[in-house]
């Protein structure tokens, strides 16, 4: 298996420009969910999925949107990248969506830096 | 808003010694877990406490859980240079679901 994967590892984008990022496992998982890493702030939800077809909104999703076609994708998409989304994403999978007594596999994450 | 505070921010200790860290967290939980992240690295979940759980052990750590105090420790004992690392808790709500909230993390330094 090889778990949670994310592409690309680095990406530098200009305001105003869009782009996605993609996150994949092989798991079967139901679960996954993206994060933002910040400097002194912890990892904080944007948005996650219990299942195909089906996502919602986590802490701080302005700016982003997602969607769930597969069990095994579910790609971040900036719709028009600002500064203030420099930041490092994680992507994490569960097994089940209906039960918090599931560790989460995160994927190695994307650096994005928007100039 | 984070659901999670460790403390300490930072931790630098010598191999061998024991290393603690806490977490205090706002509202009601079903459980409690612990990640660690390696510089540059994703998250690995290290250890669950469910809510009727007191204390957890697993190979060098122990983790306990007091929800009276709606607080939570690390402890590593005999710790090595390879723990280096940030350790996160992370807490879900009463309502279900997979939804997590992380704290702010502990950095914690092992020297030789």
């Known amino acids: 298996n090889a778990g949670v994967t994310q592409t690309p590892k680095f990406q530098v984008l200009k305001t105003g420009q869009s782009m996605t990022l993609q996150c994949a496992q092989d798991?079967?998982?139901?679960?996954m969910s993206w994060y933002r890493q910040d400097p002194g702030m912890g990892l904080r939800l944007i948005h996650y999925?219990?299942?195909?077809?089906?996502?919602d909104q986590g802490e701080v999703p302005n700016g982003y949107n997602v969607s769930r076609s597969t069990t095994e994708d579910f790609p971040l998409r900036l719709l028009s990248a600002a500064p203030s989304q420099t930041s490092v994403y994680f992507c994490?999978?569960?097994?089940?969506?209906?039960?918090?007594?599931?560790?989460?596999?995160f994927g190695p994450g994307t650096r994005l830096t928007v100039l | 808003s984070q659901q999670g505070e460790e403390d300490p921010q930072a931790l630098s200790i010598q191999e061998g010694e024991n290393a603690t860290m806490n977490c205090s967290y706002k509202?009601?939980?079903?459980?409690l877990q612990w990640y660690r992240q390696n510089s540059g690295r994703g998250l690995v979940h290290l250890i669950l406490?469910?809510?009727?759980?007191r204390e957890k052990h697993s190979g060098r750590l122990r983790v306990t859980l007091d929800t009276s105090k709606k607080s939570s420790s690390l402890l590593i004992t005999a710790s090595r240079a390879a723990d280096t690392a940030s350790y996160f808790c992370?807490?879900?709500?009463?309502?279900?679901?997979?939804?997590?909230?992380f704290g702010t993390g502990t950095q914690l330094k092992v020297e030789l």
């Open positions: 994490a999978s569960s097994r089940e969506s209906d039960s918090s007594y599931n560790e989460q596999f």
């Open positions: 798991m079967n998982h139901e679960y």
């Open positions: 999925s219990v299942g195909a077809g089906i996502t």
């Open positions: 509202t009601s939980i079903n459980n």
């Open positions: 406490i469910r809510s009727n759980e």
């Open positions: 992370a807490t879900d709500g009463r309502g279900g679901g997979n939804k997590l909230t």
